[in-house]
């Protein structure tokens, strides 16, 4: 069975401050993560995928199977980071999506 | 491009009704999926569509039932409509080769 777990609904940080937006999962095998991101009265997109390591609007997120995590950090938050999150994971590249329950982001200035 | 598009925006239905939700996916791409998102929660996994044949499904009652068209647009319909139906749906497409999902901004359904 596939989980993922975001353990916030809500993260408040100020401008500038880093941010860790916390993602766990549950897969038997090797899986595709993902973090989307809905920005007010947008449509969810999305952000950035593990198998890419790339870094996108200055977040990133690794992979960490150990731990079963795919965290997503930005070393200092803007105030157009404000938005949901969510973590999501796929058994291959176009298979379902399952996603967490997301996290609301607040940056304030 | 104008990406996934879905229609309508809206809908209200009464219980026990049926009701159809359309998409057309971006321009490219031929897999199209289905996503139910209730208040407060993430998107849950319907179906998903491919050459026209349903190639997933999630854990949705039969209630829940779908097609895919020729030139890849997408139908959802949903009988007997029960009040827990009420939720907003989105549908999502991609392509062989692309990772990840352009998803639509989805139809808005209340059932009352």
């Known amino acids: 069975a596939q989980r993922v777990t975001q353990p916030e609904k809500l993260l408040s940080v100020f401008k500038g401050a880093p941010v860790e937006l916390k993602c766990n999962y549950s897969y038997s095998g090797s899986p595709e993560l993902f973090w989307y991101v809905q920005y007010s009265r947008q449509r969810l997109q999305l952000l950035l995928r593990?198998?890419s390591r790339e870094s996108i609007k200055g977040f990133t997120a690794d992979l960490n199977k150990g731990e079963t995590s795919f965290h997503l950090k930005k070393p200092f938050a803007q105030e157009e980071d404000s938005a949901m999150y969510y973590c999501a994971l796929s058994g291959t590249s176009y298979g379902k999506l399952t996603f967490g329950q997301g996290t609301i982001l607040t940056v304030h200035p | 491009d104008a990406g996934v598009t879905q229609s309508p925006t809206h809908l209200i239905k009464t219980r026990g009704q049926q009701v159809t939700l359309r998409c057309s996916p971006k321009?490219?791409?031929?897999?199209v999926s289905w996503y139910q998102q209730a208040l407060g929660q993430g998107p849950q996994f319907i179906f998903q569509?491919?050459?026209?044949?349903?190639?997933q499904r999630g854990n949705f009652p039969d209630r829940f039932s779908g097609h895919q068209f020729p030139n890849y647009s997408s139908e959802l319909n949903v009988n007997a409509l029960l009040l827990g139906d009420s939720a907003l749906y989105l549908c999502a497409s991609t392509e062989a080769g692309e990772i990840g999902y352009t998803f639509g901004s989805g139809t808005r359904l209340t059932v009352v």
């Open positions: 593990h198998i």
């Open positions: 321009s490219g791409h031929d897999t």
């Open positions: 569509y491919y050459e026209e044949e349903e190639r």
